[in-house]
């Protein structure tokens, strides 16, 4: 079955100290990849997205992730994280050939930033 | 901006009711997906429309309709509420077959009591 793990629920982290979250999916094809960041009560945000070529994708916000097919995973990071990042972050797995709409969302990772 | 608005952004309902919830699409995009963010939860795909027509559905049952129009806005209906229908529904517009991604709306909050 298709699906996606975000295996942190939440996770905190120091103002400037390096981010680093996970994902795992299950795919029975070459999937479309996806990073969304949603904020309390908004709507969802994209990050970044896969389809393609190169395997270290940068997205907007100073944000970047990897894919890593033999590892099934497509983990975000970023090298200094700053207070406004705190939010909700979802990973998402698309369909081959370009149905975009239709996407398998993980259950989120909240993230909270420290100062 | 992304161009997707949905409406209304707030609405409470009582169970057994009826409820429209509408989109609004990016200018340019001609498919429009549904999803139900529950609380905690990820969104989960209820169903996509292109041409007017449903293509694609997620496990939702028959309750749960929706409608394309000419200009590519859509509706989604629910029908006999349940408690467990109150979430975040979230509304998103794409080109359909092309490699850009899903933009969505801010979203509709509804509560049912």
């Known amino acids: 079955a298709q699906s996606v793990t975000q295996p942190d629920i939440h996770i905190t982290v120091s103002e400037g100290a390096s981010l680093e979250l996970r994902c795992n999916y299950s795919?029975?094809?070459?999937?479309?990849l996806f990073w969304y960041v949603q904020s309390p009560g908004q709507g969802l945000q994209l990050l970044l997205k896969y389809f393609s070529g190169d395997t270290l994708v940068q997205g907007i916000k100073g944000f970047e992730a990897e894919f890593k097919r033999s590892q099934s995973s497509f983990n975000l990071r970023k090298p200094s994280v700053h207070w406004i990042d705190a939010a909700e972050y979802f990973c998402a797995v698309g369909h081959y050939g370009g149905r975009q709409g239709n996407l398998i969302f993980g259950k989120g990772t909240k993230l909270s930033v420290k100062p | 901006e992304t161009g997707v608005t949905q409406s209304p952004t707030h609405l409470i309902k009582t169970r057994g009711q009826q409820v429209t919830l509408r989109c609004s699409s990016q200018s340019g995009h001609n498919t429009v997906s549904w999803y139900q963010q529950a609380l905690g939860q990820g969104p989960q795909f209820i169903f996509q429309y292109y041409r007017e027509e449903e293509n694609g559905r997620g496990n939702f049952p028959p309750r749960f309709s929706g409608l394309q129009f000419p200009n590519y806005s859509s509706e989604l209906n629910v029908n006999a509420l349940e408690l467990d229908d109150s979430a975040l529904y979230l509304c998103?517009?794409?080109?359909?077959?092309?490699?850009?991604?899903?933009?969505f709306g801010q979203g509709t909050r509804l509560t049912v009591v």
């Open positions: 998103a517009s794409s080109s359909f077959g092309m490699n850009t991604e899903a933009f």
């Open positions: 795919y029975g094809a070459t999937p479309y």
